[in-house]
Each structure stands twice: as C-alpha cells, then as structure tokens.
C-alpha cells in the first residue's frame, strides 16, 4: 500500500513523548498519554471521536507557574540555543521550525496546567532521517530536546521543564502499510490514534487500545507510555500488540526493529525495552502493531450497585458468564456522577447510587452476544449484586453513556485545579485508598472522586481544589505513593512516570 497521510486533527496541535536531559549526553524522558489540550477546553459536539477544541487565549487563565520555580529545579550543563543552531534548523526544515513565542504557549504548557517550561523553539520533523540528524546536532552541540506528540501526559512529561527544545512529531502522520489478512499495520509515530482506527475500521479492523485522548494523543506516545486505556482487559498491553518499531537514539541513531512477524526468536526483542520506557532510551519514529477484527455487534451496559464488594462480585460473574465478548469493565463512584453533573450539565440515565459499573461487549453475533449478556444481567440483578441499570445497543446511546465515564477528566478540571493519580492495587484494597484519602482531605479539598479500570485493577484517583494550594499537596503525597507500596501496588499504572513521579519511582521499583 502506498503512502497515506491523515487529515490533521486538533490533537496535532499537541504532540507527544517528552525528552528532559541529564547529564553529558542528551538522556530523554518522555510521557504523554491522555487527551492533551494545553488549556481548559470545551466540548465540541460529542461524537465518537470523543476530542477537545480549545478556547481562545484570551478566554484561558493566566499561564501556570513555571515548572522551574514551583518545583525548585535546576537546570542542567546544557548550551542554549544560538542563532547559528536555528540556522542549521531552518535549513534542515525549510518553514518548519517555530520561534514565535504565542505558538510556542501551548507547546510549554501541559493540559492539567501542573507544568510549564520555556522552550524558544519548535522543530517539526517529517522523517526518522530528519529527526535523526536533529539529534546528532543536538548531542554533538549539547543542546537540550523535548520531543512532543499529542501533549496529553498527565504527569508532566510531555512539556519541557526549561528551555529545551521541543521537537514534534505532529508532521510524521504517514500510514505506511496495512495488511488485512495478518491485521498488521505500519506507521510513522505521530498518527493520532482515532485516526488509525477509522482508517481501519473501513478495513474490518481496529487498534488494540481505546483511550478517551485518542482523539489527540498520538501512537508514539501511546507506546513510549506503555498506555492502557479502557480495553486492556481484552486485547492485552501494548508489549503484546506491537511487532517492532523505528527509534532514533540520543546520539542520532537510528535502531530499526521495525519487523512485521508474530515470531521471530532470533535474539534480544529489543523493542519491549522502548515500550513505556518513556523515552529514557530513544525516541519513536516508527511503529508496526497488531491490529484485531472490529466487532460487529457491541452493547453497553451502565449498572448501580450499592457498596464496592459488589462491584467485584459483579467483576467476577462478567468474567465467568461474558467471557469472551468481555471487552471493558469499567468502574466510578456516586461524587463522578455529581461531578459530571455539576460541571457538564450531563444526566444519569438510571438511579442514584453508590456505584457505578460500565461493561461493554463486543463480538460477531448480535443475537449470542444479547443473550449472554441478558443471562449475566438476570443473574447478577436477581442475586442483589445490581441494584439498577440500562442497556445500550445503538450508537448514539452507548457515546452518551461512554461520555460520563471518558468526560470525567474534563469535567475536573472546571473544578480548578487537578491533582490526579493513576494507581494499580489489588482489588480486594482497591478502593480502601479512596476511603483513606477522603478522611485525609476533604477538609481543604473541593471534591475527591474515584474511577478507572476495575477490570484490570487500575484506579485514577482525583482531587481538586480552586487553585494550586501546597498544603494539600503535601496532604497527598508522599501519602498516597506510601500507602501504595503497603499493600504492593504500582504508583504509576498507565501514566509513566513523567516528570511528576520521578522521585517516587523507589515505591514500585
């Protein structure tokens, strides 16, 4: 197949994988994620695509402390950039390299406003070849780099910390092959991932992962995070899906590993080290992936039930009766429904209750899935387990019940000012955390709600307040990262680690 570039979206406008250097030789650290706008951000028509548009800068708040100051850091032995150095960047890309300091704002900022750095200068690469002499540049003349895709870390990774210089992959948007008997398919890294999707949707096709950004974060990213997102349970992490991919390293070479094959045990699989590695090894350029059928039947149920036990009762008897057609089950407390009220004026399409439970089905057969599904309903609303619940089969009635759940993020944010958590826990003290944490802060906290990924024991635990306020960060962490390792979690289950968890790597690790 030849080469195929994708439309742009908005998510283009922020990009992927963050680069922060430390020590003698460009050393990068990269994070991005989840749907990145670098401001407070309105909702569009909510369709499938499930993406942002930004407010004007006049309607944002004033920008963020800058990520130097507020976090007391140092900068590095690195140069800072000359005349001469953007000389050699604008001959390289011709009409590529931005020095404007109002496009250069959202590229600072990240999207939960946690996180600002300074960097005078974009480049905007269209190749691995072009990235990788940037890099032997770079590391020849000690300068500093950020590399950027979607921009929709939630830890601080995907923006730079001082003045390094940002290096994007929003123009590497080429689909390179898709084989659809193998389900294969080869990219450059800056492809959104909704993008991908439709282009294989009209094949029979899908991308292995779902994330409520993937209307902005770009595939890159997604695989220098290791990024979960809603249906893991059912595909598996990225470290299963991918085939191979395409690196350039500090010192501007280029690693291809960009292989096609399911089996190959020839040696060292060196690609599973870039995966969630965050950048801290190379940087992405290319990606071959895996890529399932698309189903052709899905239904969507939203449940209310009255205490978290039986939500894991509920876990276990979608296991058992769904089994295969189980592709997401997905859990919030009663404060997210109050929440997405309050700020989004969205409704609750059945009862008030504790508990809330998402589980999607996805299959071949209308009719078989419909009645495995109705079975497991029957069984957990006669036993008690479910108080309550609806059951959408139609497009436009699974997005609504979906927007509840992939809105959250949005809606906290008209709060002020985030402070969230990504956290895997053993189940049976998967929500004693939230107990624990609600004691602790809801004297100065606005509001503490829980959601996430029961099915795979992730929890995104969240707190707001009106603006930053340290005292309640000091309330939270090291708090919740020491509660954590307790009880043997991970205090970064999808995130990464960013430049927000670096110091508490030593909890997990």
């Not at 507020?70 to 900068?75: E, L, T």
């Not at 009645?371 to 699974?398: H, M, P, Q, W, Y």
Request: aromatic share 8%; charged share 20%; glycine share 8%.
């Amino acid at each position: 197949m030849a080469h195929q570039r994708l439309p742009v979206t908005i998510g283009h406008f922020r990009q992927y994988l963050a680069l922060i250097n430390n020590g003698s030789g460009c050393l990068h650290r990269t994070v991005s994620s989840y749907t990145q706008v670098h401001a407070k951000y309105c909702p569009i028509q909510y369709q499938s695509s499930r993406r942002f548009g930004l407010l004007s800068r006049s309607m944002q708040k004033e920008e963020p402390e800058l990520t130097s100051v507020r976090y007391n850091v140092q900068r590095g032995n690195f140069a800072r950039i000359s005349s001469e150095d953007v000389a050699v960047f604008e001959k390289l890309l011709p009409g590529r390299v931005i020095a404007d300091p109002e496009e250069l704002v959202g590229y600072n900022t990240d999207w939960l406003r946690m996180c600002r750095g300074n960097s005078q200068l974009l480049l905007r690469p269209k190749t691995t070849e072009e990235i990788s002499e940037i890099m032997k540049y770079c590391n020849a003349h000690n300068l500093a780099v950020m590399p950027q895709g979607g921009n929709t870390g939630l830890v601080g990774g995907s923006v730079p910390v001082f003045d390094e210089i940002i290096i994007s992959t929003s123009l590497m948007n080429k689909i390179i092959s898709v084989d659809e008997i193998s389900g294969t398919l080869v990219c450059q890294a800056g492809c959104v991932l909704e993008a991908l999707n439709t282009h294989l949707s009209d094949l029979g096709l899908m991308m292995p992962l779902d994330l409520g950004a993937k209307g902005s974060c770009q595939i890159g990213g997604n695989i220098s995070t290791n990024a979960g997102g809603l249906r893991l349970m059912r595909y598996g992490s990225l470290h299963g899906s991918v085939l191979g991919l395409e690196v350039v390293q500090a010192d501007g070479t280029v690693l291809d590993c960009l292989s096609t094959l399911r089996k190959d045990n020839t040696g060292y699989d060196l690609k599973q080290l870039f995966i969630g590695s965050e950048g801290t090894l190379g940087i992405v350029t290319s990606v071959s992936i895996l890529c399932p059928r698309k189903p052709q039947s899905i239904n969507l149920a939203i449940l209310g039930v009255s205490n978290f036990e039986n939500c894991l009762k509920a876990l276990k008897e979608a296991k058992g009766m769904l089994g295969e057609i189980l592709s997401a089950f997905e859990f919030m407390d009663s404060p997210c429904i109050d929440l997405v009220k309050a700020n989004l004026q969205l409704t609750n399409p059945i009862s008030d209750m504790p508990f809330y439970v998402l589980i999607e089905t996805a299959g071949s057969n209308g009719t078989h899935d419909e009645e495995k599904l109705n079975l497991f309903l029957e069984k957990v609303l006669g036993e008690g387990i479910v108080e309550d619940g609806t059951v959408a089969t139609d497009s436009t009635k699974i997005q609504s019940i979906w927007a509840i759940r992939e809105r959250l993020a949005e809606a906290l944010l008209h709060d002020g000012y985030v402070y969230k958590y990504d956290i895997s826990l053993p189940l049976a003290n998967f929500y004693d955390l939230v107990i624990d944490m609600r004691e602790r802060v809801n004297d100065i906290a606005t509001r503490t709600v829980a959601y996430g990924h029961l099915g795979d024991g992730n929890l995104h635990l969240n707190i707001t307040s009106p603006t930053y306020d340290h005292e309640l960060l000091e309330k939270i962490e090291p708090f919740i990262y020491e509660w954590t390792s307790r009880y043997n979690g991970s205090i970064s289950a999808e995130h990464g680690l960013g430049f927000k968890k670096k110091d508490f790597i030593h909890f997990s690790k």
